[in-house]
């Protein structure tokens, strides 16, 4: 059944939109989110025109339409969402998109943009004359579709085909790799799927494959040198213009080592310490408004707006290996997190804060389970220096021994063995699991090889562990090496129910509780213990409780069950966050805390009553 594009768009579209948008079968997406913000500045504003701003689904690239609110903002307003939410509450002005004509907006404007099923973004977005147009890519709060199971050793390979001119589905398009001989077509939606074997391993690394996207009507698209890990990936496809695009990702030198670029060099420093959260979004350099060809600084003519978490889902697959273990693609989300994160508050004299290509770090469409999975264990994990978020660098393999691998750092005096880069700031670190690699980048930050060597070691190093290794170096790290990841959970309440009992009862601790990051933390364990001074902790592991914290704030709780024989007196009720990292549904010293609260006397334990004044019946 086919429904006319004009019922969806608003009376006042323009026409050419209508004549741009025929019929569509139902579940196709109209190109209602197409606008751009054009960057010709006159009187100090941003004219708003109509097909200037991009709107996008995250997930599949295709267009959809929302709303937009926007404030003029001093440059002392942080890019958090608690100072932006403050800001068009008091003074913003609401769109619908798509609007007609211009909008004056001024150099620097607090943006949200939302859409009905997708997360609201927001942003602050700063003019600059190099910046041609601006695309929004949004969260969806559902997956579009379900995942199908995957056997071990298989790849299923799916994603959408869209029209880069119309951001519609493309239907009926063939999708070919180069490693198997199995094929197949995009439906209505622009949907395929692809059940494969996985590529095969060498030397920790899967051999690179080509996919090949064809649709009648538009150029072939040809993406070369992918590494897929088993498991699931997604690769979108946007036809029109007729690129190869070479990946860059042999060996782990997406990244260029060397001091950055000047486009890259930060303008004026935050002066306000940051602490934990996360900036609401992030802004990328591309150099095309559809957010997939990359680009570095001076030469990148779009930006594209995007949460956190999506940037990292889909570069970390870029910068590190997918068919690597957990641990060391989640110390590599953390990384490149922070790494990103900096450039929020630390922006390049340009409209966007970090730049896609590895001029700054690499960022493409496209996913795969396994980052996907670091990136949720470690949601809106960074780290932080001195109260700041901390620009964390990281390059290949930082042991210092020259060999036939591009190493361009120029201090090698810490020794095989040894990682690390001392005239840079970077102090000498123990580094056993690649003694007799070569050196393979500019030796500062975290090493990538050795984030898999220490997952494969004897026994595996979590990448908590890994963090505070190579940041750190394990608490006694010096100079650069001196960071520490930040929290994301926090408790702000404590109640103790009943606040009076008596041994061999139960108690319910509940906690008033705030996720930092945007999105869902899953493996959260509750951990409570009581203490009457001086004497030692009395623990409930058996009652450690796991819970799921959505974004924000949220109520949780947990029991605690009171010893036999407890001595009467007041007690002190220590509770605490963690992060599960070993995933074993329990608390222990691998484990991330994130805060511990005490509240002092907070129990009153009387021998055989409740704090009803009865005698406690036998249990």
């Not at 026409?15 to 751009?36: A, F, I």
């Not at 890994?466 to 100079?479: K, V």
């Not at 608390?587 to 009387?606: C, K, N, R």
């Amino acid at each position: 059944m086919r429904q006319a594009c004009s019922e969806a768009l608003p009376p006042s579209a323009p026409s050419s939109w209508r004549s741009r948008c025929p019929g569509l079968r139902r579940g196709q997406r109209c190109l209602l989110g197409v606008l751009l913000f054009s960057i010709g500045v006159s009187n100090g504003v941003i004219p708003l025109r109509a097909a200037d701003l991009l709107l996008l689904d995250s997930q599949t690239g295709l267009g959809i339409a929302g709303s937009i609110d926007f404030a003029q903002v001093d440059a002392d307003v942080l890019p958090l969402a608690g100072e932006i939410d403050a800001v068009l509450r008091a003074r913003g002005q609401p769109l619908q998109l798509p609007v007609r004509g211009r909008q004056p907006l001024g150099s620097r404007v607090a943006v949200r943009v939302a859409a009905t099923g997708y997360r609201p973004l927001k942003t602050i977005w700063r003019n600059r004359e190099a910046v041609t147009s601006r695309t929004v890519l949004l969260t969806p709060l559902e997956p579009a579709r379900l995942p199908t199971p995957v056997a071990e050793g298989q790849l299923r390979l799916s994603g959408w085909v869209s029209d880069r001119a119309l951001r519609r589905p493309v239907a009926g398009a063939l999708i070919s790799v180069s490693h198997a001989a199995a094929r197949a077509r995009s439906g209505d939606d622009g949907y395929y799927e692809l059940l494969l074997p996985s590529p095969p391993v060498r030397a920790g690394r899967p051999a690179p494959v080509t996919v090949r996207v064809e649709a009648a009507g538009f150029a072939t698209q040809v993406i070369a040198d992918r590494l897929f890990a088993s498991g699931a990936a997604r690769l979108n496809a946007v036809l029109g213009e007729n690129k190869v695009r070479p990946r860059g990702h042999r060996q782990l030198q997406t990244r260029i080592p060397g001091p950055k670029a000047t486009a890259d060099e930060p303008g004026s420093a935050v002066p306000r310490a940051i602490g934990d959260v996360p900036p609401a979004s992030i802004t990328v350099g591309f150099a095309d408004a559809s957010c997939t060809q990359r680009c570095c600084s001076a030469s990148c003519s779009h930006s594209c707006t995007m949460s956190l978490e999506d940037y990292v889902r889909r570069g970390l697959p870029e910068e590190w290996i997918a068919s690597w273990n957990h641990d060391a693609l989640a110390a590599g989300a953390v990384a490149y997190r922070s790494y990103g994160a900096w450039h929020v508050f630390n922006p390049p004299q340009a409209a966007f804060d970090v730049c896609s290509s590895a001029c700054c770090q690499v960022n493409e469409p496209g996913t795969q389970s396994s980052t996907d999975a670091a990136v949720a264990a470690t949601r809106g994990l960074m780290l932080k220096r001195e109260g700041q978020i901390f620009r964390s660098e990281y390059s290949a393999q930082n042991n210092n021994l020259l060999g036939a691998l591009s190493c361009v750092n120029q201090d090698l005096s810490c020794g095989n063995g040894f990682a690390g880069s001392p005239e840079t700031g970077w102090p000498c670190l123990a580094d056993p699991v690649s003694t007799d690699q070569a050196c393979f980048g500019h030796g500062r930050g975290m090493s990538q090889w050795g984030n898999q060597y220490w997952s494969q070691s004897d026994p595996p190093r979590r990448w908590k562990w890994q963090l505070n290794h190579y940041y750190n170096d394990s608490g006694q790290g010096s100079g650069l090496r001196t960071a520490e990841i930040s929290r994301v959970l926090v408790i702000d309440a404590l109640r103790i129910l009943p606040g009076q009992a008596g041994p061999s009862s139960v108690v319910l601790l509940e906690l008033d509780v705030r996720n930092l990051a945007s999105e869902t933390h899953s493996a959260v364990m509750i951990g409570a213990s009581l203490r009457q001074p001086p004497a030692g902790f009395i623990d409930d592991p058996a009652n450690d409780q796991g819970v799921v914290l959505p974004p924000g704030a949220s109520t949780v709780s947990r029991v605690f069950e009171l010893p036999a024989g407890l001595p009467d007196g007041l007690y002190d009720v220590y509770v605490s966050l963690y992060l599960d990292v070993d995933g074993d549904g329990g608390i222990s010293s691998v484990d991330l805390a994130q805060q511990l609260l005490i509240e002092a006397s907070g129990l009153s334990v009387l021998g055989g009553v409740f704090s009803d004044r009865f005698e406690s019946s036998s249990r």
